[in-house]
């Protein structure tokens, strides 16, 4: 992706919030980010069987400098894409340079849909670039416009992401929190008490950052708002006992409104919610992502929560949790423990997985397709 101006781009946002403070409403008609242009899919006979398994595998990587063993596999069509964290990026023309240096190894893949190159800008504290989104959810749903805000930062964090050539945000959060200070609400990631509130919030914020060409997700379905202080599926095992009928009409209720609205990706808890599958997390249960997609009507495309994450402890090796992950109807698995070597193995396990036939080809390469029209449409 050719660079784009970012002084003009946050210029713009500024602006915005020096209206919105103002009582006016945020600006129209600003930037509109540079989008990919779109590529013919590749053919799936022409993959080596790494290369087919790598379409549903996002890569991460430590520090500032993307090392060779994935500058490498970005060169050869072993990876669907990268995650960036707060370690990755110094400052924006630095992670800029990072994205171009990508998608110019990427240029001699023989994958030719776009890389997914995504972080987490929610907004508040849970930021990886600088700037915008500033406001947290929280304090989006208790301001006095809440409408206006959420498409302003919506608007914020798809112009930053964009600026730098990065194409998916792995946000809105999408939980319905309880109780203050909860474990969506210490880091105040949700929007509100309300369902309805979030559905509003999430929705705004999904269209107008989707409107800046980055993708965005929703996250955690079927949503971690049940979840305590301490529940916290990065850290451990995690097991909500939520009722189905609280599930369908609390936290399930803004994803209705989120796919209406077009969303791109939804990612799944790890938690257990036993209403729905007792023995499984929610990312690796079939039940689950079937209530996503059959219940819901979900079309898009569906991510794990990060695969290293504590809550999967009794779940096996990076290997079969990436293989239960697909069997479950995951199209993308996240290996976000800043080593390459993390989603060299899924890739690994996956492929082998559909050679040994332990994986449904026809499933595979059904999740695979909607990873690539995701890509070919950025």
């Given at each position: 992706?050719g660079?784009t101006?970012?002084l003009?781009r946050?210029?713009a946002?500024?602006?915005g919030?020096?209206?919105l403070?103002?009582g006016l ?8 980010a ?5 590529a013919s899919?590749p ?6 069987p790494?290369?087919?398994a790598?379409?549903c595998?996002?890569?991460?990587y430590?520090?500032l400098?993307?090392?060779?063993s994935l ?23 630095q992670?800029?340079?990072v994205?171009q240096s ?5 240029a001699?893949?023989?994958v ?8 987490d ?9 600088p700037?915008e ?11 006095a416009?809440?409408?206006?805000w959420a ?9 930053n992401?964009a600026?730098?050539?990065?194409n998916?945000?792995?946000a ?10 909860d474990?969506?609400d210490q880091?105040?990631?949700?929007y ?18 989707q409107?800046e ?10 949503g ?12 451990r095992?995690v097991?909500l006992?939520?009722?189905a009928a ?11 409104d989120?796919i209406?609205?077009g969303?791109k990706?939804v990612?799944l808890?790890?938690?257990i ?12 249960s ?5 209530e996503?997609?059959n ?7 569906t ?7 504590g809550a999967?402890?009794s779940?096996g090796s ?8 697909a069997?479950?109807?995951?199209d ?12 060299d193995?899924?890739?690994?396990a996956l ?5 040994s ?12 397709a ?9």
């Amino acid at each position: 992706m050719g660079s784009t101006p970012p002084l003009s781009r946050r210029g713009a946002l500024i602006a915005g919030a020096a209206a919105l403070a103002g009582g006016l409403a945020p600006m129209a008609g600003t930037a509109a980010a540079v989008r990919m242009p779109e590529a013919s899919p590749p053919r799936a006979a022409a993959l080596t069987p790494q290369q087919r398994a790598a379409q549903c595998v996002i890569h991460s990587y430590p520090g500032l400098t993307p090392p060779a063993s994935l500058m490498n596999a970005i060169r050869e069509g072993r990876t669907a894409g990268v995650i960036f964290f707060g370690e990755n990026i110094e400052n924006l023309s630095q992670i800029e340079s990072v994205v171009q240096s990508m998608n110019a190894a990427h240029a001699s893949s023989p994958v030719q849909a776009p890389l997914l190159l995504m972080t987490d800008q929610e907004g508040g504290v849970v930021r990886r670039l600088p700037g915008e989104p500033v406001m947290s959810a929280k304090d989006v749903g208790a301001s006095a416009d809440p409408g206006q805000w959420a498409d302003f930062t919506g608007s914020g964090a798809g112009m930053n992401l964009a600026g730098v050539g990065m194409n998916v945000n792995l946000a809105p959060v999408l939980d319905v929190y309880r109780q203050n200070g909860d474990f969506t609400d210490q880091y105040e990631r949700s929007y509100s008490k309300s369902a309805a509130a979030v559905a509003s919030c999430g929705t705004a914020f999904i269209t107008a950052q989707q409107g800046e060409g980055v993708a965005a997700t929703a996250k955690h379905f079927p949503g971690l708002g049940p979840a305590s202080a301490t529940q916290n599926t990065d850290l451990r095992p995690v097991t909500l006992t939520t009722s189905a009928a609280t599930l369908r009409s609390v936290d399930e209720a803004p994803y209705r409104d989120a796919i209406a609205a077009g969303v791109k990706l939804v990612m799944l808890s790890w938690a257990i919610y036993t209403a729905l599958d007792a023995g499984r997390p929610a990312g690796l249960s079939p039940a689950v992502v079937g209530e996503l997609r059959n219940r819901l009507g979900y079309t898009g495309v569906t991510i794990t929560d990060a695969l290293e994450a504590g809550a999967l402890q009794s779940f096996g090796s990076t290997s079969q949790r990436a293989v239960a992950a697909a069997a479950a109807g995951m199209d993308l698995v996240l290996c976000s423990s800043r080593s390459v070597s993390q989603g060299d193995a899924a890739v690994t396990a996956l492929s082998d997985a559909l050679a040994s036939g332990g994986l449904d080809g026809t499933a595979f390469d059904a999740a695979a397709a909607r990873v690539r029209a995701l890509r070919t449409g950025l």
